[in-house]
C-alpha cells in the first residue's frame, strides 16, 4: 500500500504504457501490490468501457481516473484494532490525508451501483458510512477528520482545527453540505443495496439526531431584540479572508428564513452571506430522502417527521428568499442570500454548485429558473467563469483568477443534453491533465504545465461517473 507522499510523486510523473493516442496519456495506476483495494467489478467496468472507446487518450484517462478512489485513498477498512462489528473505512480526499465528509461521500458514488453485486465492494461502502457516523457523532461542525489513533496507515500532516477541535478533527469548518453529503450517502446505499442495517445502529442514529440538531440551531437569527446564542463560531489567522469568519467569527446577520446557516462552502471558503443556497437545496434534497428511509425501515418516525418538515420548509425559503429577477437573465437562482435582502450572484466549482441542482435532484434539468441561472453561471456574468486558450469553465476563490475547475466541465457534462456541449467538455478535459493522464484540482486557462492537486480523488471518480453515463445514455459519444 501507498503511503500518501509515495503516489503524490507517482502521480507527477510519466507511466509505461502510454495510450497510444495523440497525447499519448501515461497509465498511472499504481502497481497491483501497491493498490489500495481491489474491485473486480470496477475492474470490470474499465475492460468493457475502455475496449469499445475510440479515443486512446480519453480511455487512457479513464482508465487512471475511475479507480483513483480505490487505488490509493481507502486507507483501512478496520479501526479499534478489530475487524469485529460495524465495518469502518476512512478514505483520504487524496494529497491530503483527511478524510472529508462530502469527499468521501463523492469519492463512492460512481461505485455505488456495482455494489450489490460485490460483498466486498459493498462492505468497503458501509464502513464509509459508519466511519461519518462516527465522526459526526463527535462534531457536526467540523468537515474533516484524522485517521482514528487506532490506526496507523497514514502519516498525518500538522494542522490547525480553527475552532474548539477534538483529537480527531482536521479542520472545523462548518458547512451544510457536509451534513447533506452524510445522509446522501446513507440514502443511496439503501436506496441501491437494500441494505438498512445501518439504520438500527446507535451512533449513527446519534449523528443523524445531531445533524437535526444543528440544522435547527442554524436557523435561528443573529439577532431577537437583542443577539442570539452562538452555536458555532470559526476565527482563524490567515491572510486570506476566505480560511475564517466576519464578526469574532460569527458569520454575516441573517433574519429567520426557514434556510439553514453555512459559514464555509463546498470550497471550504468562507462564505458572505451565510445563506448557501446550492447547500440548503442539497440539504433539502436529502432530509427528503432521510425521511423516506426512516419510513421505509420502520425507523425512528419522529426524526422522519421532523426531516420532511424541515425538507419542505427549506426548499420553500429558497423560492421565497433566494430567487432574484436578473435585468439580463430573468428569473435566477442566488448564490447567497442573507433575509435582508443581500444576495450574491456567482457560483463556485464545487459541487453542491448552482450548476450540479439536478445532478443533486433539486430541479429538474430543463426547469426554467435553472436554465437561466446556468446561462448565467456559464458566462462572463459570473465573476469565476473564466476563459482562456486552453478552455473555459468555473473556478472560485479558492484557487484564484484565470484557474477553471475541471470538476465544472464535469458536472456541464452531467447536467447536459447536448452533444455538442459535452464533446467541448470532454475535450478541454483531455486537454488539461498536462500529460498526466489524471484530474486535477484546476488548470490554469492560459499557462500550459500549470495547475493544482496532481492527486484529487473526488475529481476523477467525478469524472468517471460522467463516462460510465455517457456510456450508458450516449454511447455513440465515446464508441
Given amino acids: 500500500m501507498y503511503a500518501h507522499t509515495t503516489y503524490f510523486r507517482y502521480a507527477s510523473a510519466f507511466h509505461k504504457p502510454g495510450s497510444g493516442g495523440t497525447l499519448n496519456l501515461p497509465f498511472q495506476r499504481p502497481p497491483v501490490p501497491c493498490r489500495n483495494f481491489y474491485s473486480a467489478a470496477v475492474e470490470g467496468v474499465i ?3 475502455t475496449s469499445k472507446m475510440k479515443d486512446l487518450d480519453l480511455a487512457q484517462l479513464f482508465r487512471n481516473a475511475y479507480p483513483n478512489t480505490l487505488d490509493t485513498t481507502v486507507q483501512d477498512g478496520c479501526v479499534n484494532d478489530t475487524c469485529e ?3 469502518k473505512t476512512f478514505v483520504i480526499t487524496g494529497d491530503i490525508p483527511a478524510m472529508w465528509i462530502r469527499d468521501s461521500t463523492s469519492q463512492m458514488n460512481p461505485y455505488m451501483p456495482l455494489a ?11 464502513g464509509v458510512i459508519y466511519m461519518q457516523a462516527q465522526f459526526l457523532d463527535l462534531d457536526t461542525y467540523a468537515n474533516a477528520f484524522e485517521l482514528p489513533a487506532s490506526s496507523t496507515n497514514v502519516d498525518l500532516y500538522s494542522h490547525d482545527t480553527g475552532g474548539k477541535g477534538t483529537a480527531r478533527v482536521w479542520e472545523e469548518k462548518y458547512e451544510i453540505d457536509s451534513l447533506a453529503n452524510f445522509l446522501r450517502l446513507s440514502h443511496s446505499y439503501w436506496n441501491t443495496t437494500g441494505d438498512s442495517s445501518f439504520v438500527k445502529d446507535p451512533v449513527w442514529m446519534s449523528a443523524v439526531k445531531k445533524v437535526i440538531d444543528t440544522i435547527h440551531e442554524q436557523q435561528e437569527p443573529t439577532f ?10 470559526f476565527v482563524k489567522s490567515s491572510t486570506r479572508p476566505t480560511e475564517t469568519q466576519f464578526l469574532d467569527g460569527r458569520g454575516n446577520p441573517t ?9 464555509f462552502r463546498p470550497s471550504d471558503d468562507a462564505t458572505i452571506f451565510p445563506f448557501f443556497i ?3 437545496a442539497m440539504l433539502s434534497v436529502e432530509l427528503h430522502h432521510l425521511s423516506q428511509m426512516l419510513n421505509a425501515t420502520n425507523s425512528d418516525f419522529n426524526v422522519s417527521a421532523t426531516a420532511a418538515m424541515l425538507s419542505d420548509e427549506i426548499r420553500q425559503a429558497i423560492y421565497d428568499h433566494a430567487i432574484i429577477n436578473h435585468p439580463q437573465y430573468g428569473k435566477i437562482f442566488a448564490y447567497e442570500v442573507d433575509g435582508y435582502g443581500s444576495n450574491l450572484i456567482m457560483d463556485d466549482a464545487n459541487i453542491p454548485s448552482l450548476l450540479s441542482l439536478p445532478y443533486l435532484g433539486f430541479v429538474d434539468q430543463n426547469d426554467a429558473v435553472y436554465q437561466n441561472t446556468r446561462k448565467l453561471v456559464l458566462s462572463t456574468s459570473n465573476p469565476f467563469y473564466f476563459e482562456g486558450p486552453r478552455g473555459a469553465g468555473i473556478g472560485g476563490p479558492h484557487v484564484g483568477l484565470s484557474a477553471v475547475w475541471p470538476m465544472s466541465l464535469v ?8 452533444d455538442d456541449e459535452i464533446r467541448s467538455a470532454l475535450s478541454t478535459l483531455l486537454n488539461t491533465t498536462d500529460s498526466t493522464g489524471l484530474i486535477h484540482e484546476s488548470f490554469d486557462t492560459w499557462d500550459e504545465g500549470s495547475y493544482t492537486r496532481p492527486w484529487f480523488s473526488w475529481a476523477n471518480g467525478l469524472f468517471g461517473e460522467a463516462i ?4 450508458r445514455e450516449k454511447p455513440h459519444l465515446l464508441f
Fill in 47 to 49: 475492460n468493457d468501457i
Fill in 85 to 87: 462489528g460495524n465495518p
Fill in 116 to 126: 450489490p453485486q460485490e460483498p466486498s465492494l459493498k462492505k468497503m461502502i458501509l
Fill in 224 to 233: 431577537d431584540n437583542k443577539p442570539t446564542k452562538e452555536f458555532y463560531k
Fill in 255 to 263: 433574519v429567520r428564513t426557514g434556510l439553514v446557516r453555512s459559514l
Fill in 278 to 280: 446550492p447547500g440548503n
Fill in 411 to 418: 458536472v456541464r457534462i452531467l447536467t447536459s443534453s447536448s
Fill in 468 to 471: 460510465v453515463k455517457i456510456a
